[in-house]
């Protein structure tokens, strides 16, 4: 009934009052609130609302859409091939990588070398459904641990970093070894002090991390990396409303190399 309501003319346009959802506890867009910890989002929303990544009905959606090659596929495309080109790719870890989603969608174009293997490490209704649809793909690994990974001459997050509770130190910390080179796509960033905030995804919400840049090249340097390259995502920004206002969240992607070292074959 309050759903109706909010549709009427006029109240449509209440509706989308930042302060007005802050104080019934509501959201309002794409992406809601701004909050200090992912803890503190969580508690904001109502338990039917909560969505989590593991979770059979989060499987399927989009999944047609991330197997395609979009504008923000290209800059890592180009990094994967200039390591081909030079025989520096042989194994991927590819950190919240869906069922394969980026293997799936780049293999024609890039032509991978025939011995690669890509490991993707995600929860496990994602390694569930990947492993079952991937089947007849060898290339393809899953795995619910990064422990479980073999080590790999570039870590891929595509995606990933702003949904997981561990910062980026502390999933390098759990690979077997540190990979040559980090590409980074779609981040989350802020000019401002980092946040947290709520994204929508239909059938509910779930903390959404936004990172402050400077934060992120502190963790860069602390984690023994060198900026090698980084670009803009222009048409994945997105705003968010909070009771204290609207702001604009950039979208980035960046190439860390290892600080002295190359992208050798792995062992």
Known sequence: MLGRLWSLPG???????????????????????????????????????QLDYDDDRVVDMNVESFSRIHLFDWPVMFHL????????????????????????????ALGFPDD????????????????????????????????????SNVLLCSGSLQYVDAPLDQILARLPAPPPVILLNKVSVTEAAGFFTLESFGLGRMPHHVAALRELD????????????????????????????????????????RAGGSAAPAS
């Not at 007005?20 to 509501?26: I, S, T």
């Not at 993707?120 to 209704?125: F, I, S």
């Not at 920004?237 to 980035?252: C, S």
Request: charged fraction near 30%; charge should be positive; hydrophobic fraction near 40%.
């Open 11 to 49: 109240l449509s346009r209440i509706r989308r009052s930042g302060r007005l959802n802050a104080l019934l506890g509501r959201s309002h867009g794409s992406h809601w609130g701004r909050f200090p910890t992912r803890e503190a989002a969580a508690a904001y929303m109502r338990p039917s609302a």
């Open 81 to 108: 091939q200039r390591m081909i080109a030079r025989g520096e790719l042989r194994r991927v870890t590819d950190f919240g990588g869906h069922v394969g989603v980026k293997y799936l969608a780049y293999r024609d």
């Open 116 to 151: 690669l293997v890509w490991q993707v490490v995600d929860v496990p209704a994602m390694c569930r459904a990947g492993r079952r649809r991937s089947a007849d793909i060898p290339q393809l690994r899953f795995h619910e641990a990064l422990e479980d990974t073999m080590p």
């Open 218 to 257: 502190m963790l860069r340097q602390r984690c023994g990396y060198e900026l090698e390259a980084r670009w803009d995502i222009p048409d994945r920004e997105f705003e968010v409303q909070a009771a204290d206002g609207r702001q604009t969240v950039q979208m980035i992607g960046e190439v860390w190399r």
